[in-house]
């Protein structure tokens, strides 16, 4: 990573609202003397609440702690919820698979060449089909098959995988099982789901079949947070491919495939660049 953006950080924020708040937080990096290279804001009339992404730096030294004293102070006096995280530090993501490969391949490959910035200890599936795709990354490969009598047991392994490995995302990469409200709790606001469908139509099994069967004109992907409710979790990104009356269910399942690949990669993207805020069942996307 080049020098210059080697002390690099991005803050994060939200909070109620209210006059000031641009200038509050400029002004803590113009008494330290950072330089502020990228600034994004939104303030919702609806939630009446105020998010805002900021990148800057380089600083000094790769140390924010100079930073927490006056940002716990406008904490306090906005009822802000911030975090400040170096541009270099690669959030750490577990991958969750079942027999469907097209969206585990393609981020792993984006991640192996640098376009996502991410590192993926461990791979979890409750089929063994992956293992020989793990191997070939080098990545830890686990299989841990899953019934009704055994979810609660199989879903404990897989919280525990994830603090041995300070995962901090989750993301279900066709793992065609439905998560407990447990795990759901555990990991909320954590666990990115790509639905192969472009929400909320076409719920449920074989969506391509379904849209075939409508004559539809265009198919889609969403990807979304996951919460006990299922495909009900604010969404992320959504994308849709044309198709004709030409193409079989076989073939919109192909041309669905790269649409869900890409929006999977993108809102993992967001989320590890600091981008994704959660703003009740919605979310706000910084570009």
Known sequence: MPAATTNDHILTLSCPDKPGIV???????????????????????????????VHFGPTPTPSTEHLIEPFNKLATDY?????????A???????????????????????????????IPLIVSNH??????????GIEFHHLPVTKDTKAQQESQVLELAKQHGIELIVLARYMQVLSPTLCEAMSGRIINIHHSFLPSFKGAKPYHQAYERGVKIIGATAHFVTADLDEGPIIEQRVTRVDHGMG??????????????VLAAA????????????????????
């Open 128 to 137: 063994p089909t992956f293992e020989p795709l793990a191997q070939s990354y």
């Open 268 to 287: 993992v993207k967001w989320y590890a660049e600091q981008r994704l805020f959660l703003n009740n069942g919605k979310t706000v996307v910084f570009s």
């Open 23 to 53: 200038h509050a937080v400029t002004g803590v990096f113009a008494q330290q003397g950072h330089n502020i290279l990228d600034l994004q804001q939104f303030s919702d009339p609806v939630s009446e609440k105020f998010f805002m992404r």
């Open 79 to 87: 009822q802000m919820e911030y975090k400040i995280r170096p541009v």
């Open 249 to 262: 269910p076989e073939r919109l399942v192909d041309e669905g495939s790269n649409v869900e690949s890409q």
């Open 89 to 119: 530090q690669k959030t750490r993501v577990l991958i969750m698979v079942s027999k469907i490969g097209h969206c585990l391949n393609d981020l792993l490959f984006r991640a192996k060449t640098g376009q996502l910035p991410i590192d």
